[in-house]
């Protein structure tokens, strides 16, 4: 009885934040070239401070 309570409270919670039972997607905002750029400059340079790291040493 007081999970089914909690769950109807939860319930109401979720309505009062505006709830609507689907899930939020983002449509129309695919990666441009820029995006996958800079995404892929982290590892990359990650992948060359270890490679010159095991060089080095």
Not at 7 to 27: C, H, K, N
Not at 43 to 56: L, M, T
Request: hydrophobic fraction near 45%; charged fraction near 20%; proline fraction near 4%.
């Amino acid at each position: 009885v007081r999970s089914y309570e909690r769950g109807e409270r939860v319930y109401e919670a979720m309505l009062a934040r505006g709830y609507t039972g689907e899930m939020p997607t983002v449509r129309g905002a695919a990666a441009t070239r820029r995006d996958w750029i800079i995404s892929l400059s982290v590892p990359i340079s990650s992948w060359i401070v270890a490679i010159v790291s095991v060089i080095v040493t």
